[in-house]
């Protein structure tokens, strides 16, 4: 049977969560996601219902995703991208893989859920990449790590030298390379850090400042840290700060904080009285910030430079195309990767794994990233021929090697002083 919902999963702060936020961005806004949730969730209990019906009678499937299964994270945007890859499979003439969904706690083995017949396992969001990568090597699995954009990759290479596990999405390193690339493009080369220390993308401020100077720019800080931490609710901290730019001029400040947060109005306020040492317009405000969280960002009276799009693949604008029309609205990364990851499912059971050169089983190991990416019934055609593949990732650019996750374009947009 073929199962086309995500089962419930979180995804942690430090890998940027995306629906959760949502929920707070106005009534109308409240009112699309909790329309999505409900039909999520409707699909995930006829999924349910599905499996307890023909478990049964039938056998496991050879496709397995986990889930980490409290519930509260289910990800309506995920699912959405997740039945429109199906949606497209079935364009293609075939049927898509049957799966078999099993939800765990977060840091659990799923080893041993598991049947022997298993070849691709689609992990949780943000798993544990240890644990996942064991189990890879200890099976011959071929993992999809369908949100995987944290600090965690970075020991992909130590974890997988047989490359088994397959990111789906490019790192959020990359966001923050495409700030930086942009300011520098704008002549901005002096720029001073301030961090909300209670704000989630404050853990993103030092990886800033190692991209920033990894490039020639200064940060300039009269603290011991180049990341000027700021309590809000510390007036002396503030006053310190405010004096700090003054006396430093820099170009811009760059601030890790929400645009509507304590900390935020207090800067406008300093920068609107020009307390800090030049013309309020002179200054630019960089938003540390995830895409999502500065959708509804206002004009001031600076310039401001904000992340637009998260790095994504080049299939990204037909697949946004899709999706708006089938369901009304602009999609996230995540549904981006939830339709990238069907796809990917379905091209891997068309025909049997295929051998690695230590002669074991490589269920994904048709993936080659030195072929021209192609569109999806191209690919199925190549596979059904024995040919290795490399499709066109609306996610990312798929381009899966070992050790590696894949690459993306992200975007900016350059909001003028009103």
């Known amino acids: 049977m073929t199962h086309s919902s995500e089962a419930p ?38 999924l349910i219902g599905c499996q307890a019906l023909s478990a049964s009678a039938s056998p496991r499937s050879t496709v397995v995703a986990i889930a980490h299964g409290d519930g509260a994270g289910m990800s309506a945007e995920f699912m959405g991208g997740f039945a429109l890859g199906l949606d497209q499979v079935r364009a293609c003439g075939v049927d898509p893989a049957s799966v078999d969904w099993l939800s765990i706690a977060p840091g659990d ?33 071929g993992v999809l790590l369908p949100y995987q954009r944290g600090e965690s990759l970075e020991s992909l290479a130590e974890l997988d030298p047989e490359g088994r596990l397959h990111p789906v999405v490019p790192p959020y390193q990359q966001d923050l390379n495409q700030l930086v690339d942009d300011l520098l493009d704008q002549g901005i080369r002096r720029v001073m850090l301030v961090a909300d220390p209670t704000d989630r993308s ?11 100077q990894g490039e020639g ?14 309590n809000p609710g510390d007036a002396a901290a503030l006053e310190r700060l405010v004096n700090d730019v003054a006396w ?55 310039p401001q430079l904000i992340l637009d799009q998260p790095a994504h693949g080049p299939g990204w604008a037909d697949f946004a195309s899709i999706y708006r029309r089938s369901r009304g609205e602009q999609p996230t990364l995540l549904a981006g990767s939830g339709f990238d990851t069907a796809r990917l499912m379905a091209l891997s059971s068309l025909t049997p794994p295929p ?23 191209e690919a199925i055609e ?11 990732g609306a996610a990312s650019d798929l381009m899966q090697r070992p050790g590696q996750p894949p690459s993306g374009q992200a975007t900016t947009r350059r909001i003028p002083g009103r």
């Open 355 to 377: 051998v690695s050169t230590e002669g074991t089983r490589d269920p994904l190991g048709w993936l080659d990233p030195d072929q021209e990416p192609k569109p999806l019934c």
């Open 109 to 141: 083995d799923p080893s041993a859920l598991l049947g022997q017949q298993v070849s691709v396992l689609v992990a949780p969001f943000s798993a544990d990449l240890a644990i996942y990568s064991q189990l890879a090597s200890q099976r011959k699995l």
């Open 248 to 302: 430093k001029g820099p170009q811009a400040i760059v601030l890790a904080a929400a645009h509507n947060s304590a900390l935020a109005e207090q800067l406008d306020q300093a920068q609107s009285s020009g307390r800090f040492g030049q013309r309020p317009e002179a200054l630019l405000r960089v938003w540390l910030l995830p895409h999502h969280r500065v959708q509804d960002l206002s004009e001031r009276s600076w």
């Open 217 to 230: 720019g200064i940060v300039d800080s009269y603290e011991p840290s180049l990341v000027q931490t700021v």
């Open 9 to 46: 999963s979180k995804v942690p702060a430090s890998d940027q969560p995306l629906a959760m936020s949502r929920l707070k961005e106005g009534l109308a806004g409240q009112f699309r996601v909790a329309r999505s949730l409900q039909s999520g969730f409707v699909l995930l209990a006829t």
């Open 382 to 392: 190549d596979r059904l021929s024995g040919k290795p593949v490399r499709l066109i």
């Open 202 to 212: 404050a853990d993103q401020a030092e990886r800033f400042v190692s991209a920033f």
